[in-house]
């Protein structure tokens, strides 16, 4: 698990809020979290995470770890260099139309990883040779999260679409397909889990897709947005969607949906899951000997969520038009203490507030700076979207308890003590 610290001085932060979206900038997203000092642009589809922009990166991290771990996967981290010759074994160093391939003076030629199945499978194959490399009563699967790349063409929805972006990829490997099919299932239930844990469940549907050539179906998970690049077809009773790509009288007969009930969305695809069969492990003789030393090809299933676009997607469906509003599970931190007017009692009660929410392990990014005035502080406090706001002035100090606090959702706030605020709830996560 990343560690990640409690506390943080607004003074200190080198990062800026600022006022006006970067002229180039056309989506919210992007234009949110520039403005928030989250991240910073580099050029289209490419961006730097800033302190608070890591900090909701890294949580995000955490629970998909957390979630993977649990069902046994293994984490690595591969490289993002990848040799020529094993995407060439798989035919997809002249297929794959988003390839960065990358040169040096050597004249050797290299890609630059937008997915890892040319280097998982290498590497398995060191392993695997027999049925006995298998583990027993579960599944192998290997993950890593780690930054990909690709030559997207349209690079204009902030980190929705990244050139260079955090993904989450699994694989999965088998000797038979009842096992497969099994650990599909699970994952199926764990990214559910995933999604209602970041705080988009409710916005996220299992959607059917089709599979290209190796498989007739591909589950992709499918948030409900209207900036989303893709079109489904929700069927609100049963839950489960179906992408436009699919949605032919034949598919909706199969899976005993009725046209009339479905509702049209657009949408954004936060993660997929694929039967891969033997697609890979083929070209690389992944393969085991069974109890009668019969050889049989590896079958293999893959899995991803983009943990950018997953970013991206909360603060699009999640936002209003003051700024971000964070789900408590992934917030950069759990409460804003703002301190209000330069007052020197003023001051020294909020200092006493930081100090114990930290005694207490309670995350706070405490608005310390002198100068600045209510206004802004709270502009900015809105615009930065942390669940629980917390203010220490001349006026919240004339009442009993001192501190008023708000929620990010909430208009009115209210006057607590010190203890009271101590015992907000922990998150669910
Ligand atoms: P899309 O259809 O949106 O291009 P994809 O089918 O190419 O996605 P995969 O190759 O299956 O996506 O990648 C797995 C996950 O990685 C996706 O579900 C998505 O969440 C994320 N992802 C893919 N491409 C990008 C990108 N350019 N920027 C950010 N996240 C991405
Ligand atoms: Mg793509």
Redesign the pocket.
């Known amino acids: 698990m990343t560690n990640i610290t409690n506390g943080m001085r607004q003074s200190k932060l080198f990062t800026k809020t600022r006022k006006e979206a970067p002229a180039d900038e056309v989506s919210k997203n992007a234009e949110l979290l520039v403005r928030g000092g989250f991240i910073h642009k580099e050029m289209a589809?490419v961006y730097s995470y800033l302190p608070l922009g890591l900090r909701v990166l890294n949580k995000i991290e955490n629970i998909i770890r957390e979630e993977m771990n649990k069902v046994g996967g293994q984490e690595v981290l591969m490289s993002s260099f990848q040799p020529k010759e094993n995407w060439e074994k798989t035919g997809r160093w002249e297929a794959m139309d988003d390839l960065y391939k990358v040169s040096d003076t050597s004249g050797r030629e290299v890609a630059l990883g937008?997915?890892h199945e040319e280097i998982v499978v290498p590497i398995l194959k060191n392993f695997l040779s027999s049925y006995k490399d298998f583990p027993l009563n579960s599944s192998l699967a290997i993950y890593q999260i780690q930054n990909?790349f690709?030559m997207?063409l349209r690079?204009k929805s902030g980190?929705?679409?990244?050139?260079e972006?955090m993904?989450k990829?699994m694989y999965s490997f088998h000797t038979d397909q009842k096992d497969f099919e099994q650990f599909y299932e699970t994952m199926k239930g764990v990214y559910k889990i995933i999604f209602e844990r970041v705080g988009i469940g409710h916005l996220t549907y299992l959607t059917f897709a089709s599979g290209g050539t190796f498989s007739k179906y591909s589950h992709?998970?499918q948030t409900i947005t209207s900036v989303g690049?893709?079109t489904i077809y929700v069927d609100e009773k049963s839950g489960t969607a179906l992408n436009k790509e699919v949605c032919t009288d034949e598919v909706l007969g199969q899976m005993n949906l009725k046209k009339e009930n479905l509702v049209e969305h657009k949408s954004?695809?936060?993660?997929?899951i694929?039967d891969l069969k033997t697609k890979y492990s083929k070209p690389f003789d992944l393969s085991f000997t069974d109890e009668k030393e019969q050889k049989h090809a590896v079958l293999m299933g893959c899995y991803?969520?983009?943990l950018?676009?997953?970013l991206g997607a909360v603060v699009e469906v999640l936002s209003d038009d003051k700024g971000i509003i964070w789900p408590e599970s992934i917030a950069p931190f759990k409460i804003h203490l703002l301190a209000l007017g330069d007052d020197e009692t003023v001051l020294q009660e909020a200092e006493k507030v930081y100090e114990n929410l930290l005694k207490n392990d309670i995350q706070v990014l405490f608005d310390d700076r002198a100068g600045i005035s209510p206004g802004e502080k709270f502009a900015d406090s809105d615009l930065l979207g942390i669940p629980y706001r917390a203010v220490v002035s001349t006026r919240s100090m004339k009442e009993e308890g001192g501190i008023e606090i708000k929620k990010r959702t909430e208009e009115k706030g209210k006057i607590i003590s010190l203890n009271e605020l101590l015992l907000l709830q922990k998150p669910k996560a």
């Open positions: 589809g937008p997915t990909k690709r997207e690079a980190i929705l679409r990244g050139r972006f993904m990829d992709e998970f690049e893709d954004i695809e936060v993660g997929n694929f991803g969520i983009g950018s676009r997953l």
